[in-house]
């Protein structure tokens, strides 16, 4: 089986939210992504996340989305672990990983 990159956004603009309620928003995006792409499994989508919880990075804050996708796309290259979570000045918070497919 092979893995896909997804990913999605949780709005905070003052990066102000906690750990515990990134969880809970994370938790909530990886269950609209199963809504959206079915509960089967092997989706490529964040639903393929879920309960496997996110790692939450603040030391680097990116400058734009692009940048997001590309510090994700460097920390996560285990299909079967956590989201990764970093923050994006004057937006919020980007979410996303490789999920298996």
Not at 43 to 53: F, H, N, Q, Y
Not at 78 to 101: L, M
Request: charged share 30%; net charge negative.
């Amino acid at each position: 089986m092979g893995a896909e990159f997804d990913s999605a956004f949780i709005k905070d603009t003052d990066l102000k939210l906690t750990d515990t309620e990134l969880r809970k928003q994370a938790e909530g995006v990886f269950e609209h992504s199963a809504y959206m792409n079915g509960h089967g499994g092997y989706s490529g989508s964040l639903a393929e996340k879920s309960g496997r919880g996110i790692t939450i990075h603040r030391s680097r804050v990116c400058e734009t989305m692009d940048e997001a996708w590309e510090v994700m796309d460097e920390l996560d290259n285990d299909k079967w672990g956590p989201a990764e979570c970093v923050p994006v000045t004057g937006k919020g918070w980007a979410i996303g990983g490789y999920c298996s497919s």
